[in-house]
């Protein structure tokens, strides 16, 4: 006589069903390692870490920064530069970046890049002067590099950094005056401007803005972005004018941004395409509020192009 199976033999049945079917997939490959890093002294008591991003079999989840052994910073998978705060004045320092993955994996680390904070400057409340002369040009679909003549100050530059719209997304030495962005978009408009900085964190106002269009990545249409934005201010008012992208039909409305939130619509109906277009802003917020300013047009099929470039003011 046969006894029926038990609750184990049962159990260790469905185990290795699921063992044989499932196969173990589990994730134990782990990220490549961060290339690129750079540390600048940004202050007497902080630095800033730069890295290009790292690649996985699956996606890189994170970034883990050190100093020497101790892990001092964690960042998400988007970000690949990190400010560290309270060191110590004229102190030398080094530094390691690790990727990290959905499942814990941990890249080798980083070269170890070393960087000497420099003396403390606390009696300085003047800012640089401003970068001039910024330019760009791009380098392939996903990069661009640009230049600019060297600020001034009353005790040095220790770094320039360098900003898309208002996020800061890179810093190079204070002896420098060229960078090289990378990771972008293709087919997107970029702004970008340049401040200088001193020890005593001080930083200079905008350089001129440089735009940069990335070539579209093959098989995408035309990027559908206002071109030429100028802004002007006035009393009580800020001028805008701009040139609607060209599209198989009128571009009847445009959708205006300030500060990165959407502020209004601007509605003419059928205008030319093609032609300058210009809005006026009224404005009531005192002197010296500054405004970040964008917009973009609703194409002929009713979906929003994209973004012009940005331009900031600031009221006066």
Sequence with gaps: MQRPPT????????????????????????????????VQAGSATSVHVMWEQASDDKAVTGYEVFQKDAKVKTV???????????????????????????????????????????APTP?????????????????GKRAVSLRWRPAADNTAVTSYD??????????????ETSARVTGLRPGT????????????????????AVDLTTAAAPGEGPNTAPTDLKAAVRKGSVEL?????????????????????????????????GKRATYTM??????????????????PDGKWGDFSAQRTVVLR
């Design 76 to 118: 998400p998978a988007a970000k690949t530069m990190v400010d560290v705060n309270g060191l110590k004045p004229e102190t030398a320092y080094s530094f390691t970046v690790r990727a990290r993955d959905a499942a814990g994996n941990l890249s080798k680390p980083s070269a170890a890049i070393s960087v000497t904070t420099p």
């Design 189 to 208: 408009v970029y702004t970008f401007t340049v401040r200088a900085r001193d020890a005593a964190e001080n930083s200079s106002p905008d350089s001129n």
């Design 7 to 38: 609750l184990v033999a049962f159990l260790c049945l469905s185990a290795l069903l699921v063992t044989g079917c499932g196969g173990d997939d589990k994730d134990s490959k782990a990220p490549t390692t961060p290339s690129g890093v750079t």
């Design 241 to 273: 004018s701009w040139l609607p992208p060209e599209a198989d039909g009128p571009i009847e409305s445009h959708e205006l941004y300030l500060d990165g939130k959407p502020a209004t619509t601007i509605v003419w109906g059928a205008m030319p395409t």
């Design 123 to 139: 009696e300085d409340a003047k800012a640089p002067t401003r970068p001039t002369g910024l330019r760009g040009e791009l380098d």
């Design 162 to 175: 360098i900003y898309q719209e208002d996020s800061r997304i890179h810093s190079v030495s204070g002896t």
């Design 282 to 299: 009224t404005v009531t917020d005192p002197p010296g509020t500054r405004y970040s300013v964008k917009l973009r047009a609703k194409l």
